[in-house]
């Protein structure tokens, strides 16, 4: 009977339609994750003035997502081990989107917090799903290529709620773009359809009639059989390993490190997407030019993800990470201050490039440091630890803000970080590494 190994199959199959398809379905849910979680800050300046918000207290509204985000991102990892993968993204994406357009009819700062921390449930468990969706079903030549190129419809969503914010909030009021994040459960059906669920669930349910259609349209040259056995690598047989993997073999201070760098690189991004818009507006430009800068951040920050990819297959992935958060420190600290807008066009845009670029490398090297058998413990470690940076930057910044202090004070308590970071990539132990060992 032939051994059929279906991680192989999928590693060395070409890129063709069926491939096509799941990347368009996984970064179109990134666009809608990405849309959810910039809407808040885009609505940030009208919310506050309506319902009459403190700084501080605007911060823990913004945050509410975030919690929700962390618990949602363990929580919805597990659910796809019982109800499939496909089935886990679908019930995310009801989440987020209609608890988005209820945050839309609130009145008060507890009732909007509830919705978005229940929506966060979502957006923080549709990424580790569609992230090992995406892996699971790449070619193995290019498939740090498809990761990039789907997390950059992260900053297309961001740029979509820019877009559409400055039309619909000075038109419709604020409510308006939380309205239109419910317009993705109408594809939920589509996506059930046309997803393909994951092969290791497939392989361990015992549901070969459907693995063989999948196998087929992944690698068109494969004539099913009726004695095919499928079977999985030992590696992907096992699920998660225990945290203490990641502090063997010489690994425990870099993982220490790692943690750092994600808790030091989500709180700027989370600190300039949820604060952006209302500190330009406080600067004296006008919400359009406000939003126009978060526009800018995003676009910045596709450029910066993709870039940075072709930059790490080319030199080492670490020296690229680096001189990014030492980018990020010169930027931000400059928004502060008085400069031509041209040139603070430019440095929005570099912003975005290396804080909410280099969030996605940091991650890519993470999986790149750890062995196979520890990498998802690693990752899932790493940026659970990072969360707790990005709870916490919209409460600390909202602090700030409230304290009325001069703007480039604010915008050098977002550089901090990235000076921190900076070190902390740059003491990582290379040597140690799982690519080290090739």
């Not at 659970?384 to 803000?401: D, E, H, M, Q």
Request: net charge positive; glycine share 12%; hydrophobic share 55%.
């Amino acid at each position: 009977m032939p051994q059929i190994d279906v991680h192989k199959l999928s590693d060395h199959a070409r890129f063709n339609g069926f491939h096509g398809i799941v990347l368009f379905w996984c970064a179109l849910i990134i666009i809608f994750d990405g849309y959810d979680l910039a809407v808040a800050g885009i609505a940030l300046p009208s919310i506050m003035k309506e319902m009459g918000v403190s700084p501080t207290n605007a911060g823990f509204m913004v945050s509410s997502a975030l919690f929700g985000m962390m618990f949602g991102a363990i929580f919805m990892g597990t659910i796809a081990d019982r109800i499939g993968r496909k089935w886990a993204i679908a019930l995310c994406i009801l989440l987020f989107s209609v608890f988005t357009a209820v945050a839309g009819l609130t009145t008060d700062p507890l009732s909007f917090s509830v919705t978005r921390f229940l929506a966060g449930l979502g957006i923080g468990g549709v990424m580790p799903n569609v992230v090992a969706q995406m892996t699971e079903y790449s070619p193995r030549k290019i498939r740090s290529t498809l990761v990039t190129l789907m997390f950059s419809g992260y900053s297309v969503g961001g740029m979509l709620a820019a877009l559409l914010g400055k039309g619909l909030i000075e038109s419709y009021g604020w409510q308006s773009v939380f309205f239109a994040a419910g317009l993705p459960v109408l594809l939920i059906p589509f996506i059930l359809k046309s997803m393909p669920e994951s092969m290791a669930f497939l392989v361990r349910h015992g549901r070969l009639d459907e693995l063989k259609g999948i196998v087929q349209r992944l690698e068109p040259g494969y004539v099913p059989s009726a004695g095919d056995q499928f079977a999985l690598p030992h590696a992907h047989a096992a699920h998660g390993a225990p945290i203490g993997k990641l502090f063997q073999d010489g690994r425990g201070f870099s993982t220490v490190m790692f943690w750092v760098a994600f808790f030091m690189c989500l709180f700027m991004v989370y600190a300039l997407s949820s604060w952006l818009a209302k500190l330009m507006a406080g600067a004296g430009y006008s919400l359009g030019s406000a939003l126009t800068f978060v526009l800018v951040l995003n676009f910045g920050a596709m450029i910066g993800a993709i870039s940075g990819g072709w930059l790490a297959d080319r030199f080492h992935i670490k020296y690229v990470l680096v001189a990014f958060y030492a980018l990020a420190a010169v930027s931000i600290t400059l928004l502060g201050y008085k400069v031509p807008v041209e040139l603070l066009y430019i440095l929005v845009g570099l912003a975005g490039a290396s804080t909410i670029g280099t969030q996605i490398l940091t991650y890519a090297y993470v999986g790149q440091y750890y062995p196979m058998a520890v990498r998802s413990t690693g990752i899932g470690w790493a940026s659970g630890v990072g969360r707790s940076g990005a709870i916490l930057a919209p409460i600390l910044i909202g602090t700030l803000v409230g304290m009325a202090l001069p703007l480039e004070h604010n915008f050098m308590a977002i550089a901090i970080p990235a000076v921190i970071a900076v070190i902390a990539v740059s003491l990582i132990n290379h040597r140690h590494s799982a690519s080290a060992h090739h």
